[in-house]
């Protein structure tokens, strides 16, 4: 295959493994998230040192406390260099969780991932993560503010795996 082309290719497969790692998280499908990751990955979250199949077993129970959920990942950048890769992009995370008063509140949460990944019998998955947290802020939840009778919106509600709305990308 032309280099060219192979580069690309696997750029847009290590993209779609820096994507999935949130969408995962917010579905709580954990062999989602496992998928992200080699399971002797590093990861470092400051909070977290350890390898990539105790962080999914860390984590996912941890997502499945908040009420909602919803990470994003933006600013994607990926070097190929053969079978292992750099990349870089920034997050934002948003959890609700619900106050002893009874009310909700956000916390949104910006940062960057700094990771390595690595192609193994044809699949890229993480082999070394860090996250940097830049900034982090809390306030009200407005969902019930903003979605009155007359401005009805879908909300969702993920509890636990297996959300009928999930579909498997």
């Given at each position: 295959?032309?280099?060219?082309?192979?580069?690309?290719?696997?750029?847009?497969?290590?993209?779609?493994?820096?994507?999935?790692?949130?969408?995962?998280?917010?579905?709580?499908?954990?062999?989602?998230?496992?998928?992200?990751?080699?399971?002797?990955?590093?990861?470092?979250?400051?909070?977290?040192?350890?390898?990539?199949?105790?962080?999914?077993?860390?984590?996912?129970?941890?997502?499945?406390?908040?009420?909602?959920?919803?990470?994003?990942?933006?600013?994607?950048?990926?070097?190929?260099?053969?079978?292992?890769?750099?990349?870089?992009?920034?997050?934002?995370a948003v959890g609700t969780r619900q106050l002893e008063d009874g009310t909700l509140q956000d916390s949104m949460y910006g940062g960057r991932y700094l990771d390595e990944l690595e192609k193994r019998n044809g699949e890229w998955?993480?082999?070394?993560?860090?996250?940097?947290?830049?900034?982090?802020?809390?306030?009200?939840?407005?969902?019930?503010?903003?979605?009155?009778?007359?401005?009805?919106?879908?909300?969702?509600?993920?509890?636990?795996?297996?959300?009928?709305?999930?579909?498997?990308?």
């Open positions: 295959m032309d280099p060219q082309l192979q580069e690309l290719l696997d750029k847009k497969a290590c993209e779609e493994v820096l994507m999935r790692y949130g969408r995962t998280q917010d579905w709580l499908d954990t062999p989602g998230q496992e998928s992200c990751f080699w399971p002797d990955a590093e990861i470092d979250f400051g909070f977290f040192k350890g390898n990539g199949a105790d962080w999914v077993a860390t984590v996912m129970p941890h997502e499945q406390e908040a009420l909602r959920r919803w990470h994003m990942s933006s600013s994607v950048i990926v070097q190929v260099d053969g079978d292992h890769a750099k990349g870089e992009c920034y997050g934002i998955r993480i082999s070394k993560r860090t996250y940097i947290l830049d900034w982090a802020h809390q306030f009200p939840n407005a969902l019930k503010a903003s979605t009155g009778e007359d401005f009805a919106l879908n909300i969702l509600q993920i509890s636990e795996p297996g959300h009928p709305l999930y579909r498997r990308l």
